[in-house]
Nanobody, 122 residues
Framework: QVQLVESGGGLVQAGASLRLSCAASGRTFSSGGMGWFRQGPGKEREFVAAITWNGRSTYYADSVKGRFTIYRDNAKNTVYLQMNSLKPEDTAVYYC???????????????WGQGTQVTVSS
């Protein structure tokens, strides 16, 4: 089992930055893929970013490419999502997820955190 706990969400103005953290505990963290997803009000959950176990490969949704950066520190069992130039449309609950490999669809992830709220005001 893997337990994931997100933190770092909050209320910010458009153009600001936030860094989300996802702390993992349980079985080996330094293997498999990690992803960030989000679910905005009235919307379905969508893929945001993902990273391989060694951090060498990353993938981003087009909507966040160039603004968000995913990275991980396996020594700390933590994956991060640095979010810059935030927009009101980034408002959502952000979830981290752990799976066997980098993937962009939520069905490929086995473990999920409880989510952290990000609200961007205009």
């Amino acid at each position: 089992q893997v337990q994931l706990v997100e933190s770092g969400g909050g209320l910010v103005q458009a153009g600001a930055s936030l860094r989300l953290s996802c702390a993992a505990s349980g079985r080996t963290f330094s293997s498999g893929g990690m992803g960030w997803f989000r679910q905005g009000p009235g919307k379905e959950r969508e893929f945001v970013a993902a990273i391989t176990w060694n951090g060498r490969s990353t993938y981003y949704a087009d909507s966040v490419k160039g603004r968000f950066t995913i990275y991980r520190d396996n020594a700390k069992n933590t994956v991060y999502l640095q979010m810059n130039s935030l927009k009101p449309e980034d408002t959502a609950v952000y979830y981290c997820a752990a799976g066997r490999y980098l993937a962009t669809i939520d069905e490929e992830y086995n473990y999920w955190g409880q989510g952290t709220q990000v609200t961007v005001s205009s």
